[in-house]
């Protein structure tokens, strides 16, 4: 079945200690997404691809960076966690082409997620 | 600030009967508003769209309103079933930079019983 894989499912990482989360596509779908959601919160975008093209939100951390080095990878890297940084991580994908303006497709797919623990 | 809204975190309904979820907008320059639905342990699943150039998108049990002048959608369930049981986000979407964008609510835990 085509798909979105997040893993691992469960990061245990130390404050200040680099962690990487990875999110792989079967769908070959040229938009990506990351959100980060804490309990209780709605999911939040820190950024996007469409295509190769990096789009990252105004109030996403520097601390968050993000790769994609073709349609099925994209990777989350948290340079220096903080307690703060403790959520879970979803990815999603989307197929997006605009034809005269009306998009072909709205809907996401989501990944099970992430969750990061900072110890 | 919160775009989109769901005021009610929790929502208890008998099996058989209707469930009805509300979300409220702010931003009346959404174009495109989703349902989705979330078990444990997995990501939210697409449930149900509507295009803000109509009021009403029916799929099976599943309806979603939209109401312009008062900002405001809702997701009618009917009738309940208990694998209906999950937490529901509301999204809109904006067009920004060639692109989509979403803006999700803080979801609503549904629970039907049977």
């Known amino acids: 079945d085509a798909m979105v894989i997040q893993n691992p499912r469960y990061q245990v990482t130390q404050f200040g200690k680099p962690v990487t989360l990875s999110c792989s596509q079967t769908l070959n779908h040229n938009v990506m997404y990351w959100y980060q959601q804490k309990s209780s919160q709605a999911p939040k975008l820190l950024f996007h691809y469409y295509d190769k093209d990096f789009n990252n939100e105004a109030d996403t951390p520097d601390n968050f960076q993000s790769r994609r080095p073709n349609t099925s990878f994209c990777f989350l890297d948290i340079r220096s966690p903080g307690l703060g940084d403790a959520a879970m991580y979803l990815c999603a994908t989307s197929k997006e082409s605009l034809v005269g303006f009306i998009p072909s497709s709205y809907e996401q797919y989501f990944g099970p997620g992430t969750r990061l623990t900072v110890t | 600030d919160q775009q989109v809204k769901q005021n009610s975190p929790s929502l208890s309904v008998q099996e058989g009967r209707i469930s009805i979820l509300n979300c409220d907008y702010t931003?009346?320059?959404?174009?495109?508003f989703l349902w989705y639905k979330k078990y444990p342990a997995e990501g939210p699943t697409f449930l149900i769209s509507?295009?803000?150039?109509?009021d009403k998108n029916e799929d099976g049990r599943f309806t979603v309103f939209l109401n312009k002048s008062a900002k405001h959608l809702s997701l009618h369930i009917v009738p309940s079933q208990p694998g209906d049981s999950a937490v529901y986000f509301c999204?809109?979407?904006?067009?920004?930079?060639?692109?989509?964008?979403?803006?999700f609510g803080t979801g609503t835990r549904l629970k039907v019983l049977a």
């Open positions: 931003n009346s320059m959404f174009d495109y």
């Open positions: 509507i295009s803000s150039i109509k």
């Open positions: 999204a809109a979407s904006q067009l920004t930079s060639g692109t989509y964008k979403y803006i």
